[in-house]
């Protein structure tokens, strides 16, 4: 049976005891029923009062039987709450402690600082690709959601250097800080900055002139929703078959068309050859967008001469499959 439905059970039984205690003296001893329920308390909880008045022999005989059975269900009750209790604590502490076991397996994942509607959107884009990640959250209300989502998080702020050292941010290859408060931005990115200075660092703006502060911070790049909903309103009355273009490219779910990045790793067969000597094209059916140089620089549309080098990230547009087979070639199977 249930923790639970037994001390309900029990609760019941103690109350029926406690109220036949109460009309057993009411009845017995003639008292009163608040003198009666007094006798009853002080009898079931063993606190050794003496008795309210003397009684008689049947009030001896009632008060004897009334301590074998209420005693038993007192002790009975206090055992199952205890039991609840402790194992209710025990499973939260199995959890936290399995929980935080998973987080220091990480490695080269990204820290998403913030639950709320933003950080929310970006955790659901990671679990669809996936990509693994932990969330930061100060928020008791969500931690419970965190859960029941399988998703691992670590409670505390975000500003917080131990915080951060929980989440693993020495072997992280990102942070996300998607607090709504752009001074929290700003404290997230300047203590993550300082604990790993490799740490490739986004953050959320909500006003303009809170994007170079969190540049000088040292945020990598700076996102503000407001300003991308905003445009991609525009464009869609603007340009809507471009939107809708970029909508089905961009989409995880997405089965006909996909736009994706690929690394162009040391040990890779396209390192070193043109787009044209790989055959990207006629094998694959894969269209080279744009070539992002290991200096930043970026060739749009770049020609059928163009070589790729390794660390080249080549912004690609194709089928998921075949997408699929051109990145097991950037990183480092055969042609």
Same mark, same amino acid.
């Given at each position: 049976?249930?923790?639970?439905? #037994?001390?309900? $059970? ?17 009845? $017995? ?33 009632? +008060?004897?039987?009334?301590? %074998?059975?209420? +005693? ?10 205890? !039991? ?62 965190? !859960? ?6 670590? #409670?505390?702020?975000? +500003? ?18 998607? /607090? *709504?408060?752009?001074?929290?931005? %700003?404290?997230?990115?300047? +203590?993550? #900055? ?9 953050? #959320? ?55 994706? @990045? $690929? ?26 967008? /744009? ?23 080549? $912004? *690609? ?9 051109? @990145? ?8």
């Amino acid at each position: 049976m249930d923790t639970v439905l #037994r001390i309900r $059970i029990s609760l019941l039984t103690l109350l029926g005891i406690s109220f036949g205690g109460t009309l057993g003296y009411h009845l $017995i001893e003639g008292w009163s029923l608040f003198d009666a329920f007094y006798m009853t308390v002080i009898t079931l909880a063993t606190v050794g009062f003496h008795e309210v008045r003397s009684m008689s022999d049947a009030g001896r005989v009632f +008060t004897i039987l009334l301590i %074998v059975f209420g +005693t038993g269900t007192v002790a009975y009750v206090a055992g199952n709450g205890i !039991q609840l209790m402790l194992e209710g604590q025990l499973r939260r502490m199995l959890g936290r402690i399995k929980l935080e076991k998973k987080i220091n397996k990480l490695k080269a994942h990204y820290i998403v600082c913030g639950y709320g509607r933003i950080g929310q959107l970006i955790c659901r884009e990671f679990m669809a690709h996936p990509v693994p990640f932990v969330v930061v959250e100060r928020n008791p209300e969500l931690w419970e959601k965190l !859960q029941s989502e399988n998703i691992l998080f670590v #409670r505390g702020n975000a +500003t917080d250097d131990e915080v951060l050292h929980q989440a693993g941010i020495e072997r992280a290859s990102g942070l996300i800080t998607a /607090c *709504t408060s752009d001074s929290e931005n %700003v404290y997230i990115t300047l +203590t993550a #900055r300082g604990l790993n200075p490799e740490l490739f660092i986004m953050a #959320r703006s909500g006003e303009e002139t809170s994007e170079k502060k969190l540049l000088r911070a040292g945020a990598n790049k700076v996102i503000s929703p407001y300003n991308i909903g905003a445009a991609r309103m525009a464009q869609g009355i603007l340009r809507p078959s471009v939107v809708d273009f970029i909508e089905i490219a961009t989409a995880g779910h997405n089965l006909e068309l996909q736009l994706e @990045e $690929i690394a162009v790793q040391e040990r890779s067969c396209l390192a070193g050859h043109s787009l044209v000597d790989s055959e990207i094209r006629k094998n694959h059916g894969v269209i080279i967008v /744009c070539i992002k140089k290991r200096d930043g620089r970026m060739i749009f549309n770049p020609a059928s001469e163009t070589a790729m080098e390794a660390g080249d990230i080549l $912004i *690609t547009l194709g089928k998921p499959q075949a997408i699929e087979r051109l @990145e097991t070639l950037a990183c480092g199977a055969a042609l």
